[in-house]
């Protein structure tokens, strides 16, 4: 650090409890009354909110360029996930013109019933979460397909992508091979499997509760009744007519799964699963080589001649992704804005030490991991914040570090709740449901915190920190 720098440094001005919680609390509503209330995208509200912070940086005398350049420094640890963002993009596009996400929902509409479905697709996106170590793939592959095999059934969309979320993020959680799960283990101090079986002892059950939920809700909706018949008809005679469906449409799943069982980094995969969707497309769907990398850039446009089916087969490409990446950036340059005004371990350095009991402890890491996982727009923030705030907390009290990672782990189950987080807005690219419509079914979200308290309560998995 230069000399001029460390006096500009000296003369800053230091957050006070009462400006902080005031600053945090106006940008909540800023981001509340645009979302909410005007029904703006997301995007105007969260610049408004960067702006609001940096001025209140001004305030307190920290330069435009320091305030910049964390904003920069935050926008460029997410330029990975902004560009596998435009590359699943690119995945969904060639993979429903190839014919393999259309065979997906074709050969599922014939194998399956609307009353099973749901627990179904829980299970399955749990099982390729915790294989892949990502649920943004789970959600690009597997779960387009299953939201087009359910909206087939008569299902609504919300409720279906509420079950692909609930497998597709618990996986993100506990996989070995997730950055999720191995960022919760290391911010916590917890240890890679110490951390996943603290993880494994509320998200098992919460994941069970989901799967009962799904039981109970998909007995609503059954394959016998005409409508539903008719339009599961319908959408097979779409498919049968848009595609030439063969068994052999399944090779670019295969080598996904390949390129993922010989660990290759996230990028090139989504890269060779996007081209080999297009070599199956110019095989077997006649497309010529322009067409199909044209669905590359600007996606899929059904033309079956049946509206529903057409619907379904309509999403994919760069260009479908564009929105999601600059709202992606606007929200991490607002995190980069709120870490370097500081006004959160301020709030934080009064709240921790308030702290003398397990229960209260656990609700209060939820609730904080909750709030930021909403204002950062970040959940490795939204994990770090509270594990640096509280860990000395859980030490006092013996307990072991694994109990903090499952807490803060919730951050990766709160992902796909937050509007303007990358979670909530990949899913809702990806998908074409608003976040706002597929929550309320999106029971793990809920199940985890509520059960990581419970257990707390009553004793249960509040492991011992192990003495040396």
């Given at each position: 650090?230069?000399?001029?720098?460390k006096k500009?440094?000296?003369?800053?001005k230091?957050?006070?409890?009462?400006?902080s919680?005031?600053?945090?609390?106006?940008?909540?509503?800023?981001?509340?009354?645009g979302?909410?209330?005007?029904?703006?995208?997301p995007?105007?509200?969260?610049?408004?909110?960067?702006?609001?912070?940096?001025f209140?940086?001004?305030y307190?005398?920290?330069?435009?360029k320091d305030?910049?350049d964390?904003?920069l420094?935050?926008i460029?640890s997410?330029?990975e996930?902004?560009?596998?963002?435009m590359?699943?993009?690119?995945?969904?596009?060639?993979?429903?013109?190839?014919?393999?996400v259309?065979?997906?929902?074709?050969?599922g509409?014939?194998?399956?019933?609307?009353?099973f479905i749901?627990p179904?697709t829980?299970?399955?996106?749990?099982?390729?979460?915790?294989?892949?170590?990502?649920?943004?793939?789970?959600?690009?592959?597997?779960?387009?397909?299953?939201l087009?095999?359910g909206v087939s059934?008569?299902?609504?969309?919300?409720i279906?992508?509420?079950?692909?979320?609930?497998?597709a993020?618990?996986?993100?959680t506990?996989?070995?091979?997730?950055?999720g799960?191995n960022f919760?283990?290391?911010?916590?101090?917890?240890?890679l499997y110490?951390?996943?079986?603290?993880?494994l002892c509320?998200?098992?059950?919460?994941?069970f509760?989901?799967?009962?939920?799904?039981?109970?809700i998909?007995?609503?909706?059954?394959?016998?009744?005409?409508?539903?018949?008719?339009?599961?008809?319908?959408?097979?005679a779409?498919?049968?007519?848009?595609?030439?469906?063969t068994?052999?449409l399944?090779?670019?799943?295969?080598?996904?799964?390949?390129?993922?069982?010989?660990?290759?980094?996230?990028?090139?995969?989504?890269?060779?699963?996007?081209?080999?969707?297009i070599?199956?497309?110019?095989?077997?769907?006649?497309?010529?080589?322009a067409?199909?990398?044209?669905?590359?850039?600007?996606?899929?446009?059904?033309?079956?001649?049946v509206?529903?089916?057409?619907?379904?087969?309509t999403r994919g490409?760069?260009?479908?992704?564009?929105?999601?990446?600059?709202?992606?950036?606007?929200?991490?340059?607002?995190?980069?804005?709120l870490?370097?005004?500081?006004?959160?371990p301020?709030?934080l350095?009064?709240i921790s030490?308030?702290?003398?009991?397990?229960t209260?402890?656990?609700?209060?890491?939820?609730?904080?991991?909750?709030?930021f996982?909403?204002?950062?727009?970040?959940p490795?923030?939204a994990?770090?914040?509270p594990?640096?705030?509280?860990?000395t907390?859980?030490?006092?009290?013996?307990?072991?570090?694994?109990v903090?990672?499952?807490?803060?782990g919730n951050?990766?189950?709160?992902a796909?709740?937050?509007?303007?987080?990358?979670g909530g807005?990949y899913?809702?690219?990806?998908l074409?449901i608003?976040?706002?419509?597929?929550i309320?079914?999106?029971?793990?979200?809920?199940?985890?915190?509520i059960i990581?308290?419970?257990?707390?309560?009553?004793g249960?998995?509040?492991?011992k920190?192990?003495?040396e």
């Amino acid at each position: 650090m230069s000399e001029i720098e460390k006096k500009e440094q000296s003369k800053e001005k230091q957050p006070t409890l009462g400006m902080s919680i005031l600053i945090l609390v106006l940008a909540v509503v800023v981001l509340m009354v645009g979302i909410l209330v005007l029904q703006l995208s997301p995007h105007i509200p969260i610049l408004a909110c960067a702006f609001l912070l940096s001025f209140y940086g001004l305030y307190l005398k920290i330069s435009w360029k320091d305030m910049m350049d964390k904003a920069l420094e935050s926008i460029a640890s997410s330029l990975e996930a902004i560009i596998i963002v435009m590359t699943i993009g690119m995945v969904v596009g060639a993979w429903v013109a190839c014919g393999t996400v259309p065979y997906v929902i074709w050969a599922g509409l014939k194998i399956f019933s609307p009353s099973f479905i749901l627990p179904f697709t829980v299970i399955l996106c749990a099982i390729m979460s915790t294989l892949t170590g990502s649920s943004w793939t789970t959600v690009g592959t597997v779960g387009v397909a299953f939201l087009g095999i359910g909206v087939s059934m008569g299902i609504p969309a919300p409720i279906v992508v509420g079950a692909i979320c609930c497998g597709a993020f618990f996986g993100d959680t506990q996989s070995p091979m997730s950055d999720g799960c191995n960022f919760a283990t290391a911010v916590s101090g917890a240890g890679l499997y110490n951390g996943v079986k603290g993880m494994l002892c509320t998200h098992i059950p919460a994941l069970f509760i989901s799967f009962v939920a799904y039981i109970i809700i998909g007995l609503r909706y059954s394959g016998s009744n005409a409508s539903s018949s008719s339009q599961i008809e319908s959408t097979l005679a779409g498919l049968e007519k848009g595609f030439h469906l063969t068994p052999l449409l399944l090779i670019p799943i295969i080598i996904l799964f390949i390129m993922i069982a010989i660990k290759l980094p996230a990028i090139p995969t989504m890269i060779v699963a996007a081209v080999t969707g297009i070599l199956v497309a110019i095989i077997f769907q006649q497309e010529s080589l322009a067409s199909a990398l044209g669905y590359l850039m600007n996606g899929y446009v059904g033309n079956t001649g049946v509206a529903d089916v057409d619907a379904i087969i309509t999403r994919g490409g760069m260009n479908n992704m564009m929105s999601t990446v600059a709202l992606m950036i606007f929200s991490m340059w607002m995190a980069g804005v709120l870490h370097r005004i500081g006004i959160i371990p301020v709030i934080l350095g009064h709240i921790s030490p308030l702290v003398k009991k397990v229960t209260p402890l656990v609700a209060l890491t939820n609730v904080l991991t909750f709030i930021f996982s909403y204002f950062a727009a970040d959940p490795y923030l939204a994990m770090t914040l509270p594990s640096k705030a509280l860990d000395t907390a859980y030490d006092d009290l013996g307990l072991n570090r694994n109990v903090l990672c499952r807490n803060v782990g919730n951050a990766v189950l709160f992902a796909p709740m937050v509007p303007w987080g990358s979670g909530g807005l990949y899913v809702s690219a990806t998908l074409g449901i608003a976040v706002s419509s597929y929550i309320p079914w999106y029971i793990i979200g809920y199940a985890a915190p509520i059960i990581c308290i419970l257990f707390a309560a009553i004793g249960i998995g509040n492991y011992k920190a192990v003495k040396e």
